[in-house]
Structures are given as C-alpha cells and as structure tokens.
C-alpha cells in the first residue's frame, strides 16, 4: 500500500462498476496506482463467464478475460438495486475521487444513484459512464454488442475481403476503446477537480470512440466525396491484403501483406518511393535482395522517381514479383532484423506466441509474473502501457475473487459492525 | 485558481512531433484549454501534411486534412532546429513549458541536444514525454515505422481475417488510435503528481507496449493454455448468428450490409419473431445456442437470405426494437448523417484558411461542466510564428526579420516538392 501512495495516481480511490463495457478504464487508473474497487453484484460481475478460461475450465474465478482487465484491483461486492445497497453505495461515493460505470443509459438514474444525486453526496466526485452511444440521443437504448460497434463506428465497412463479409476482429475491439476513452476523460475531470475542488459527469460513446480510429476515411469521404460520386467511382471498400492506405484518387492496387518462409509480413509498394524515408527504405530492401543475388532488375531501379500516384499496375506487379519471392525465401526475423539495422518499413505479423518470444520485449522487462495462490500458480501478464521514471508501474496486486475485500472494505474501512455484514450477506445484499 | 474555465488551462506544451501520435496525444490537452505549440519546420515537413486528403486533389503543405485534423487549438511554428538559432528558440520554448512531447524518431532530440537530461538541466520539474514505435530503450528501439506496421507486431493483423485466407491490416494505422489515449492519460496523472510533489519526470511509450493492452486476453490464453488466436471471421464463441449480411442498395456500385448479434436463446426467440418466424426457424436444431453454433454454415446462409430483401437501416429498427444488436456498416458518407453521432455533435466544421470548411473529430467523452473547445482548426505550417515569437518569446520585429532572413524561420520557399504519397 506504500508503494501505491507514491505512485502517480496514489490514494486517489476508483468505484469501478463497469462489466466488461468499461474494464479498462478502471484498470488503466489503476496501473497508474489508484485505489480501485470493483463492485460486483452478489455472485458476480457476469463478465466473469468471458473466456478463454484457466487450464480451459470454464469457472467465474478463472476467466483469464475478466483477469486481464482487474488485475490491480481490489473486489467487494454489492446489489445496489437494493434500498441498503444504495445506501452502503452513496457511503463509498463520500470518499470515493471517481466512480466508473458501464450500465444501460439512464440505470444509475432510475435507482437514484445518478449523477445528479452523487454530486450531492459527494460535489468532488466524478461520474464516468460507458456506454455504446452515449447518454442521450435516439440510439442511447440501443444494444451495442462490440461488433455492432464496430460496423456503426465505420471501421467494419472497409475491412475484409471483396468476396466475403465485412469483418471484425476475432478478437473484439471496441469495448477497449471506450474504456480507455473512460479513462482519458477521467483524467481531463480530474485536472480541473484537483484545481477547482468540482466534479462532473464524463459521457462517453464507444461509437465515437471507433469513429476516431478511422484515421482519415471521414475527413476524406468529406472532401473526395462529391468529386468521386460524380465521376461514378465510390470509396474503398474491402480489398483484402491488397490495399494499403485511401487511395481515393489512385487506380492502383498494391499488395500489402504479404507471406514469408515462416509466416506473414507487412510491407507495401506505396511507400517505397518519394520521401527520403520511404527511398532509404527500399535501398536497404535492394540492397539486402542483392546480398542473396535475388535483387534482379531492381538491382538499378531509381525509387526516387517512383511516383505511386503515376505508375501503371504492370510496374507494379513486375516490381512486386520480385520482391514477393525474395520475402518467401527469408523468415519474419530475418527480414525484421535487417529493418531496424537499415530503416526499412518493414515489420513481421507477430502471432500470440511471437510476441511472448520477442526479444526487445523481454529486453525492456516488459512482462509480469503474477502469484495466483488460489490456483496455485503464477500467470504472466502485459505490463507497463508506459515507462514512468518517478513511479515505474507494478503489480500491486492479481485480480479479485469474488468478494474478496468485502471484509477489509466493509468492516475496516466504511466501518460496517460484524452483525450489520451478517445481516446484508443473509440478504444478499453483499 | 477558482477562475479556471477549462480543465487544463495554464498547461504549457512545447510539441515537436510528426504522424499519428504524438500530435494526438497534445490536441486531446489543447482541445481542454492547455497552450500547445507545435514546432515544425517547412525544410522536413510532417509527413501527414504531404498525404490525401488534400484540398482540390492538389497537394502542399497546407492543403491536406490529414495534416489539419490532429492539430486543432495548437499553434504552429516554422523553425529549422538544424540551425543553432532554431535551436536557441526551442529552448526557450522547452523553458517556456510544462510538458515537453517528444514524437520523433529515438535519438533526434538527442542529436538536438533536446532530449531529458538536457531539457531538465534547464528546466528541472519538466515532464518529459518521449512516444516511439518500440520505446527508448532495447536493441529494436531505433525501428522506425508506422502504425500499420505495428498493428502486425501487436499481434492484431493475425487476429483479422477468415480462417482460410490471410491475415488482414484494417483500413487505418491501428495503433496510432490506442497509443495516444494512454499518453495523454498519463501525462494529466503526471502534472497532477507535480502540483502535488513539485517532481517533474520522464516518460517513456512504446506504442507496441501501450497496444499490447488491447491484445491482453489472448497473451494470457497463450501464456496459460498455449493456444494461440487465430482469425475467425466474424463469428463468436458465444453467439450465432454473429456477422454481418448482405442487404439491399439503392445504389449498384455500393454494397450494403448490417450486422447481427444473437447471444441468448430468449435473443433467438425474438429474432425469429422479427423475421415473422418463417419454417426454417421453427427447426429444432436453431433451438439451442449450441445447435446454431454446429449448424452455423446453414444459420448464416438463411439469415443472409431473408436480410438481402431490406435495408441496413430497416433491419437495425427492426431488430433494436426487439432488443436485439445490430447495426449498419456505416461508410463515412452514412456517418456524417447519422443521427446519434450528429446528436453527439461529433464532427465539427470548421474554417481552415486554405481547404475551407471541413470537419474536425471531437473526443469520444463529454464533459458536463468543461466541454472542449474545438473552435481552432489545424494551423498552416507556421501560421502562429508572430504570436508565438512576439506574444510568448518576447522577440521583437527586428529580431524576427533577421530570423527569416538567415533561413531559422522557414517558408513555403524551403518546403520540398510534394510526391503525393497516398
């Protein structure tokens, strides 16, 4: 506990309510050494049924998921849609910095534990809410399971091959948006709180948050668009490995993953020409072909008159040929390793297990043994999200069982007699 | 300091940063009332600035929303800090400020004699935020890339795609959209340690380390059951039908799709009921989530039937009215009219001086007391140089001219011939 007073957010202290909604907001203040509680309901955060489990074993204790995301908090439990839950709750806001929450619009309001009535409790507080779309507004009932977050925040719609589906990932991406979006505008309250002595209230859109993942394809639609509709052609949808940038006023197509000895690499033909940092790329790339004599006729090639908006697709594709069978003769490592010595922009498709193996990772202290004496083991975790020098990030502690510091919060800290947490376990209420 | 009107007002930064990131990282500040100046120079210009999409299909410096789009409240500067005036300008500017955010390349602020331990000597409670691809340290530090790069070294090109195909890049440099949202929440825990401790700091992103949170679930999968995630396409573990479907388009040259999530039974009862429970549905193999994950081929196939007589927009009503997820795959067009994102106000217009009026992103959280201000666009490359020098650094006129006329202050003059790079 020392240890955390002196980290960057020490003694500050979080109510984290969010499922898996809003985790990472909650986790992130937490890394950074605030005093977090998840408040579950009695039995459980559901969330805990998110796999992939322990050893496989589908248990509420073991989802490795629900781990990933609490590590460095502590666990109470609560009903707060009882009349002595809200109680107890408004209780933990008096001295709570900020509460986090991931329910349907309008829930804390209709159990009385909206903003409104938290800020009178406590007027320092800060309410973050995550939620699919935001507090109001005509879709702020709507279900927003993460895919369907993804294809209404635009990034599903130029993602995928043209033969198939629009895709997502496999591993479902937007729910961590919002919970780091939490976090950031958490922070912002927080900065004007520390200054002013006001809380407020933090609404935040998982929407928006994938909108602002979308790099430039917005602000292109806005200025391409009417050109491009008139002319009969429309934006770039799926192409597969093929495409590599908006290229809304170029014809080509240039391949951009592309297969190696041992696996995939990322590397594409539009940026190999132009800029200086784009020729000093591919030199080395020639260079390196040459060094195996599989450089052939670009052994000469000029990559500063390469103008990607001008060349023809036969160039392309000739150019590609050949440094397509140079990748298929060379592994991720082989290749990458000559991209850092040389500046090439050139970089491996890392499988779980690659990134585990990572040499410059493990160099840079990057993972986390953490003790799970309940299972008798010890799980290894990312760390650091960032290297601090004044207060360098660490485990404080694993991820809560259910219930865990009922006792140490209840009784130590709110002051709970051992009768009154009798009589709320008997009610299940806790 | 009960007069403090935005969040982080009387925050000073000095940025000296190009692409994705680091200019990110300090518009999320400026656009909360922090004093961001951006040192740039028209001799190595932002690479953003020379990419699509620019005004008329022309390119130059300060014609493209990409190089706007990440810059609204800051202000911009024109110096060569190849120049040993420029560089005397920069360190007044580091002086000047709270935050230094640096965003180059491992060893440029170094070589400038910019770097921590030098900016410290002169300013000792700084916060020093340094933003690379793989971090200051380690044997790969100098790799120098781009987020779409790494969005295949955080292990999420492997995660894309269909299981029979290759793996796939999205659209956009992935990365460079996790990154700066953890910087940035670092940095306010670092001026809120400072006002408390009166201890400036340095810090140090990887931004594969920061994307590697996103990316937590299947690390630990390995780590524990040596498994390692593969593509899926669209399905779900718990949850069938789980994809996207083809649906009617007014328009022949665009296709138009919507997507479904059907997690619980009960879900399964009432996505029948929308469909108007048509024979196929009443099969008791769909009955179970586990008969429509072994029958999932088929699921998909007579779910993509019935939708392809609608809208997108027709069978999000339907199906949200029952409780149901689902959703457009909206193209940018179809998020401009949105009306949940225009009730959000997330697109703002503003007035650029060169490429008119065109939209700005807002954050994806509102604040109830201290909104932000997006009232700024994107500086022109240079735009505040008399502010800046005359308003913040005390120079006078002379001064200034005799800084243009040796070249510290670049122009358009110096700014290379643009290759449209996209």
């Given amino acids: ?430 | 300091m009960k007069d403090v009107k935005q969040a982080m007002d009387g925050v000073k930064i000095a940025e000296f940063a190009y692409a994705g990131v680091g200019p990110q990282t300090t518009r999320e500040l400026a656009e909360h009332g922090a004093t961001v100046i951006r040192v740039e120079s028209h001799r190595s210009p932002d690479p953003l600035r020379m990419m699509s999409p620019f005004r008329d299909f022309i390119p130059a410096l300060d014609r493209s929303a990409f190089g706007t789009c990440y810059n609204t409240q800051k202000y911009s500067i024109s110096i060569d800090l190849n120049m040993a005036k420029g560089l005397e300008i920069a360190r007044e500017l580091v002086v000047w400020s709270d935050v230094v955010l640096d965003g180059m390349t491992p060893g440029t602020m170094k070589k400038w004699g910019l770097d921590y331990d030098s900016v410290r000597n002169m300013r000792p409670d700084i916060i020093y935020a340094s933003t690379s691809q793989l971090g200051q340290s380690g044997p790969d530090a100098g790799f120098s890339g781009w987020g779409y790069l790494l969005m295949g070294m955080a292990g999420f090109t492997n995660i894309t795609g269909w299981p029979d195909r290759t793996p796939l890049n999205v659209l956009a440099s992935y990365t460079d959209y996790i990154a700066p949202w953890y910087l940035v929440t670092t940095l306010i825990a670092a001026l809120d340690y400072r006002i408390r401790t009166g201890e400036g700091m340095v810090i140090d992103q990887s931004q594969l380390e920061s994307s590697l949170q996103f990316f937590s679930p299947a690390l630990l999968d390995y780590d524990v059951n040596d498994r390692i995630m593969g593509r899926s396409g669209n399905r779900h573990p718990y949850a069938a039908p789980h994809g996207a479907f083809p649906c009617r388009s007014a328009d022949p040259l665009t296709e138009r799709w919507v997507t479904i999530a059907v997690f619980s039974d009960d879900e399964w009862q009432a996505f029948c009921k929308v469909l108007g429970e048509p024979e196929w549905t009443k099969q008791p193999k769909f009955d179970t989530l586990r008969g429509r994950k072994e029958n999932e081929d088929e699921l998909e196939h007579l779910v993509g039937e019935w939708t392809e007589d609608y809208t997108a927009e027709q069978i999000m009503a339907m199906m949200q009215g029952a409780g149901i997820s689902a959703g457009v795959v909206q193209t940018p067009e179809d998020l401009f009219n949105d009306p949940q994102v225009k009730h959000r106000e997330h697109f703002r217009l503003l007035e650029h001086k060169v490429i008119g009026w065109h939209s700005y992103n807002a954050p994806a959280y509102k604040l109830s007391k201290t909104p932000c201000d997006i009232s700024k666009p994107g500086p022109c490359l240079g735009e505040d140089n008399e502010f800046v020098f005359k308003e913040i650094l005390g120079l006078t006129n002379d001064e200034i001219a005799t800084l243009l006329v040796e070249g510290v202050i670049t122009t358009e003059a110096d700014a290379p011939k643009i290759p449209p790079v996209f």
């Avoid at chain 1, 007027?123 to 279900?143: K, L």
């Avoid at chain 1, 590397?267 to 591919?282: C, D, I, K």
């Avoid at chain 1, 003769?329 to 390793?337: L, R």
């Fill in chain 1, 1 to 430: 506990m020392v240890e955390q007073q002196k980290s960057l957010l020490g003694g500050y202290r979080v109510l984290d309510l969010t499922d898996e909604k809003g985790f990472l907001c909650g986790k992130t203040l937490g890394d950074l050494g605030a005093n977090v509680i998840k408040v579950e309901s009695p039995g459980g955060d559901p969330a805990r049924s998110i796999g992939p489990f322990y050893k496989d074993i589908p248990d509420l204790e073991k989802s490795l998921y629900w781990f990933a995301y609490n590590l460095n908090k502590r666990g109470i439990t609560l009903n707060i849609e009882t009349a002595d839950g809200g109680e107890i709750f408004k209780r933990l806001v008096k001295t709570a910095d900020f509460v986090i929450e991931s329910f349907d619009s309008g829930y804390m309001d209709r159990l009385g534990l909206g903003y409104s009535e938290l800020e009178k409790v406590n007027p320092r507080v800060i309410m973050t809410s995550i939620t699919p779309f935001g507090q109001t507004g005509p879709y702020r009932d709507y279900e927003g399971a993460d895919m369907i977050l993804w294809s209404m925040g635009g990034v599903q719609f130029s993602t995928g091959e043209p033969d198939r589906p629009p895709l997502q990932m496999s591993l479902p991406q937007c729910y961590f948006h919002g919970g780091i979006q939490g976090a950031m505008g958490s922070m912002v309250a927080h900065y004007y709180r520390e200054r002013t002595g006001e809380g407020q209230h933090v609404d935040v859109s998982i929407q928006q948050a994938i909108i602002l993942t979308l790099m430039i394809a917005a602000e292109a639609w806005e200025i391409y668009g009417p050109t491009l509709l008139k002319a009969g052609v429309r934006l770039p949808a799926r192409a597969g490995a093929l495409r590599t940038m908006p290229r809304l006023a170029s014809p080509w197509t240039m391949r951009m993953i592309w297969p190696c000895k041992d696996g995939y690499l990322i590397w594409s033909l539009a940026v190999a020409g132009g800029t200086a940092g784009n020729v000093t790329s591919s030199r080395a790339l020639v260079r390196m072909m040459d060094r195996a004599g599989m450089a052939g006729e670009l052994k000469d090639y000029d990559w500063t008159k390469l103008d990607t908006s001008k060349i023809s697709q036969e160039e392309v594709d000739r150019i590609e040929a050949i440094i397509g069978k140079f990748f298929l003769a060379n592994t991720k490592a082989e290749i990458f390793e000559e991209s850092v010595r040389s500046s090439m922009f050139i970089a491996p498709v890392f499988t779980a297990k690659d990134i585990r193996e990572y040499h410059h990772l493990k160099a840079r202290e990057f993972w986390a043994d953490v003790e799970h004496e309940e299972l008798g083991d010890s799980i290894t975790y990312p760390g650091a999200f960032v290297k601090i020098s004044k207060a360098p990030w660490r485990v404080y502690r694993r991820p809560p069982l259910i219930g865990e510091h009922n006792e140490e919060i209840y009784m130590k800290e709110l002051g709970l007699a051992k009768e009154q947490m009798l009589l709320l376990k008997q009610t299940n209420v806790i």
